[in-house]
T-cell receptor, first 115, second 113 residues
Framework: DQQVKQNSPSLSVQEGRISILNCDYT??????FLWYKKYPAEGPTFLIS?????DKNEDGRFTVFLNKSAKHLSLHIVPSQPGDSAVYFC??????????????FGKGTHLIIQP | DTGVSQDPRHKITKRGQNVTFRCDPI?????LYWYRQTLGQGPEFLTY????????KSRLLSDRFSAERPKGSFSTLEIQRTEQGDSAMYLC???????????FGSGTRLTVV
């Protein structure tokens, strides 16, 4: 049972445009969400996170939006650059609510930035 | 800060053999995690240490798997009697107690033939 779902296995976006990656979750205990970026043959790299008490967090070109009622979050990358081509993972934690310390990951979305 | 180091990067083993992987976390991080990632999937949590104590284990961690973190520094993950289904990328991550951002290593890719 996938508790964190990334329904788009891949996404192609033109350089300079906005990339929007989506993530849905089912576990109401999740209260902290993270996005990771992964290049081939490397471990995931932390990008940006958001607590459930917020609905938006911004860091440079990256913005994460959280809609708790819909159990949905999205990562916006503006403007998209060639170096953004990678697999993006959405992850969630229930630790603050007394849940497990480990992160639950989605299956990832392969973002391809086209020149 | 040299990041999280994992050794070896790649391991090919025959079915039935035992393998051991090592993870050296960031030195000031007291929490260490092991994850497994198979093709087309996101990383799946295996186990977690706070200092030398193993505090959580996933149901994915069968009795053929054992992890240790002696002295609260590096950690080892051993898989006994490997099976083809154990073929995966094994990722180690660490973090300090107050931070949510986990730092991952580059992983050990295991292939069981």
């Amino acid at each position: 049972d996938q508790q964190v779902k990334q329904n788009s296995p891949s996404l192609s976006v033109q350089e300079g445009r906005i990339s929007i990656l989506n993530c849905d979750y089912t576990n109401s205990m999740f209260d902290y969400f993270l996005w990771y970026k992964k290049y081939p043959a490397e471990g995931p790299t932390f990008l940006i996170s958001i607590s459930s008490i917020k609905d938006k967090n911004e860091d440079g070109r990256f913005t994460v939006f959280l809609n708790k009622s819909a159990k949905h979050l999205s990562l916006h990358i503006v403007p998209s650059q060639p170096g953004d081509s990678a697999v993006y993972f959405c992850a969630a934690s229930a630790k603050s609510g007394g849940g497990a310390d480990g992160l639950t990951f989605g299956k990832g979305t392969h973002l391809i930035i086209q020149p | 800060d040299t990041g999280v180091s994992q050794d070896p990067r790649h391991k090919i083993t025959k079915r039935g053999q035992n393998v051991t992987f090592r993870c050296d976390p960031i030195s000031e991080h007291n929490r260490l995690y092991w994850y497994r990632q198979t093709l087309g999937q996101g990383p799946e949590f295996l186990t977690y240490f706070q200092n030398e104590a193993q505090l959580e284990k996933s149901r994915l961690l069968s009795d053929r798997f054992s992890a240790e973190r002696p002295k609260g520094s590096f950690s080892t993950l051993e898989i006994q009697r490997t099976e083809q289904g154990d073929s995966a990328m094994y990722l180690c991550a660490s973090r300090s107690g107050g931070a949510f951002g986990y730092t991952f290593g580059s992983g050990t890719r295991l292939t069981v033939v």
